[in-house]
């Protein structure tokens, strides 16, 4: 969930006049008639409309207050307290990337990392990079998530590749990246599905050898 108080800058105890005040103040700063041209501001500027909405309303404010207490009590982490803009959405693949590197490969939740991407991915994030187009930082999303699904299966990490050609269609690098992934990774699961008969044939084929040489 959202941090609608991170993103109005005002503390969860705030009155409804600081609630509004806040928001005006914001808004005249990010309204899209004074930053023409400028995503990044009419990204921040739709999250502050969707955050004065939701706290502007005792009811649901109550209401968002108590899911807000629920998730911190249970250590949830916030998601998109900023503007959802291809860099705020790289930060969080980045923080991804570091969180599996520090992960036992052998014993991680694999099904649910796969779960956790494929839920990051989702048609509204898709969406919102190519509104931007900003070929550059999706080609960095792209290897952090490529980065990130190492320790999965073929079949998993496939599903997630499927998403990530539909961001990367403008580079032909980042494509190129996707495909020499994949066909690692059908390496990999071929050499675990055949190593053991491979084994065991070497192994014989190396006993008959001795044992011609040794008559």
Aim: glycine share 2%; with cysteine; aromatic share 10%.
């Amino acid at each position: 969930m959202k941090d609608y108080y991170k993103t109005l800058n005002i503390p969860v105890n705030a009155s409804p006049a600081d609630i509004k005040k806040a928001y005006r103040v914001l808004a005249m700063r990010f309204h899209p008639d004074k930053n023409a041209g400028d995503k990044y501001a009419e990204a921040f500027f739709k999250e502050l409309q969707e955050a004065y909405s939701v706290l502007s309303k005792p009811h649901e404010r109550r209401v968002y207050t108590q899911k807000r207490f629920y998730n911190t009590a249970s250590a949830q982490k916030f998601e998109g307290n900023g503007a959802l803009t291809p860099v705020h959405f790289l930060e969080d693949c980045k923080q991804l990337e570091t969180y599996v590197r520090s992960l036992d490969f052998f014993r991680m939740d694999k099904i649910g990392l796969h779960d956790h991407i494929i839920r990051l991915l989702s048609p509204s994030s898709i969406h919102m990079l190519e509104r931007f187009g900003e070929i550059s930082t999706n080609d960095k999303i792209v290897e952090a998530i490529l980065n990130s699904i190492q320790p999965l299966p073929l079949a998993l990490a496939k599903n997630i590749t499927t998403i990530l050609s539909k961001i990367q269609s403008k580079s032909a690098q980042t494509s190129e990246r996707i495909n020499a992934f994949i066909k690692r990774k059908k390496q990999e699961a071929f050499w675990e599905r055949y190593q053991i008969p491979i084994l065991i044939v070497v192994t014989l084929f190396i006993c008959v050898i001795i044992y011609e040489l040794s008559k």
